[in-house]
């Protein structure tokens, strides 16, 4: 090839190379769930991601504003479920900044779109506690790829009718428990779908996949694995700072 040739050739390398960080692209990773917490397998040949740029908000700074109102939302009925006693354990390590509250869905009545002219009472409760609250936190199960039913039910009826959604523009956050080894992942990605259309800003990093989880606590209920604590702590954490970043109310 004449020197022409070669350097045509390498005009073209030059201007189809795209350096993806200048767009605030993130390589994709491979996220593999343990017992004792996250570990991420970096891809692309061993290359790191980028880290995300630091905050210019500490949780010192936030614990002295207005605490934000939390609804934490779990996905099981069940008395003793791994996501209820998880959800309890998440909430007793909150910052100061965060005020979380679980509020209920087991009791709402299956969605109906014939009653939402005039809806119960239960129905107009649940939706005005939602519509009181700065943030949404989700703690659930995974049933056969997908969340449960009774968490999707809840999201329908948060939702309706058209146009007064009670979940609009609520920072979210997932943590996603399962007994299995992949921490509900399928769970955890449905609902992000669903919070998308939402119009739910939802916390991407860090991922909370929690496997294995039967083995973190004892049998009162209390989480005793010291690795989990430590990567829920840094979750819960970093949810303070997506509130301050992303909350209206």
């Known amino acids: ?11 073209a390398e030059r201007t189809t190379r795209v350096d993806i960080g200048a767009f ?33 908000v500490s949780t010192k700074e936030i614990q002295m504003t207005t605490p934000r109102k939390v609804a934490v939302i779990i996905g099981s009925l069940r008395k003793d479920s791994l996501s209820r006693k998880l959800a309890h354990a998440v909430i007793a390590m909150a910052p100061a900044s965060l005020k979380c509250e679980v509020v209920e869905i087991g009791q709402l009545p299956l969605f109906n779109q014939d009653y939402e002219a005039d809806p119960p ?17 989700f703690v659930t199960p995974e049933y056969n790829r997908s969340v449960p039913g009774v968490l999707k039910n809840a999201l329908d ?47 991407g990093q860090p991922e909370a996949y929690i496997g294995n989880a039967a083995g973190l606590f004892d049998e009162k209920g209390s989480l ?25 109310r």
């Open 157 to 203: 009826i948060g939702s309706r009718p058209h146009g007064k959604s009670s979940w609009n523009g609520r920072p979210a956050a997932i943590i996603s428990v399962s007994p299995g080894a992949i921490g509900a992942f399928g769970a955890n990605h449905h609902l992000r779908q669903s919070l998308v259309f939402l119009d739910m800003p939802t916390m």
């Open 24 to 56: 605030g692209i993130r390589p994709a990773r491979i996220v593999h769930v343990e017992l004792l917490g996250l570990v991420r397998l970096p891809a692309h040949g061993g290359a790191r991601a980028p880290k995300a740029p630091k905050s210019s």
């Open 224 to 248: 005793v694995n010291d690795t989990t604590r430590g990567f829920l702590q840094k979750f819960v954490d970093a949810f303070a700072l997506w509130n301050e970043r992303n909350a209206t």
């Open 1 to 11: 090839m004449d020197a022409r040739g070669t350097e045509g050739t390498e005009r």
């Open 121 to 137: 009472t239960i129905v107009r409760d649940f939706k005005a506690r939602l519509e009181s609250m700065s943030s949404v936190l």
